[in-house]
């Protein structure tokens, strides 16, 4: 595995659609737990399927000079799989967040040597089987440093990914992007995952005033913490997202019906927090968070 390589940590949706996606546009390796000889399959929003060949290897066989790294495990999962990388790769190595929420955004951020820039995306992706990855709809992925640091790096990777299929765009203001994908999620999540639903579904009777009922709260708490907006509204924006995944299993669902802990704390954990920290009462996110595995 050569140095100069693109590295995806984690085999999960999202690091199978990157790769399948990145794939014959720059050198890459998926990095998991086990190596595999399989190719990935990917389905794409269209119904076709490709085959797609690329390195899946264990931690020992992960280049030292990486040119970077696409950590797309879950939150609760990132600490200890960055703990294993730093053991090996060099630790000036510039770093991708993918998780959803703002729960190791902030720490790693502080606590990595190199470069760490944060990424979220409304591509709506799960897996299929050992290999197999579903690009079950399209978006929109916003890449970024938490304080508009290495504005060329993040320019770089958003122009290989749009190249790739995957729209991108470098943002200077990450951290209401993250509220804004944080309220995106907090709005379908929970609800997909506790009734086990597609995200379209949440288009129809009796799902669609629950998700504005969530969304009301969220607003109020957006507006407390000085977090300006979508262009498009916050209604407009998480109905866009509904409608652009309407065919997607959201990573809760997936994890629920895996049997997997969940991002729950991740993306309800900092609403609650900004609801106690301006008092203000949040019955509908409450009962969501209890109501959610954890
Ligand atoms: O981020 C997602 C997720 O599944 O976690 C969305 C955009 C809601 C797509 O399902």
Redesign the pocket.
């Known amino acids: 595995m050569s140095n100069g390589t693109w590295l995806i940590l984690g085999p999960g949706a999202l690091g199978r659609l990157l790769a399948t996606q990145l794939a014959g546009h720059v050198p890459l390796a998926v990095l998991g737990r086990q190596p595999s000889e399989q190719p990935f399959l990917l389905s794409t929003p269209q119904g076709e399927s490709r085959i797609r060949y690329v390195p899946r290897i264990a931690i020992d066989q992960a280049p030292e000079r990486p040119l970077m790294v696409h950590v797309t495990t879950k939150t609760y999962a990132t600490d200890a799989a960055l703990e294993q990388l730093a053991q090996r790769v060099a630790q000036d190595t510039p770093i991708v967040l993918w998780q959803?929420g703002f729960q190791v955004q902030e720490t790693i951020t502080r606590r990595w040597p190199g470069p760490v820039l944060c990424a979220t995306?409304?591509?709506?992706a799960y897996t299929e089987g050992a290999d197999g990855v579903v690009h079950a709809?399209h978006?929109h992925t916003y890449i970024g440093h938490l304080e508009g640091r290495y504005p060329t790096l993040a320019e770089c990777i958003a122009a290989t990914l749009t190249v790739a299929d995957l729209p991108a765009s470098p943002c200077i203001d990450m951290r209401r992007r993250l509220w804004h994908?944080l309220a995106?999620?907090a709005a379908?999540?929970p609800l997909v995952a506790r009734y086990r639903i597609r995200?379209g579904q949440l288009r129809d009777c009796p799902f669609r005033p629950m998700v504005d009922i969530i969304l009301d709260e969220v607003v109020a708490l957006m507006a407390a913490e000085g977090i300006e907006a979508p262009e498009a509204g916050w209604s407009r924006q998480v109905w866009n997202?509904i409608e652009g995944?309407a065919n997607?299993r959201?990573?809760?669902l997936q994890d629920v019906l895996a049997n997997r802990p969940t991002e729950r704390d991740a993306i309800l954990g900092p609403l609650l927090d900004a609801a106690q920290r301006h008092g203000i009462p949040t019955p509908n996110l409450t009962e969501l968070y209890q109501n959610t595995p954890q």
């Open positions: 959803n995306t409304s591509e709506g709809g978006g994908k995106v999620n379908i999540n995200n997202v995944t997607n959201a990573s809760m």
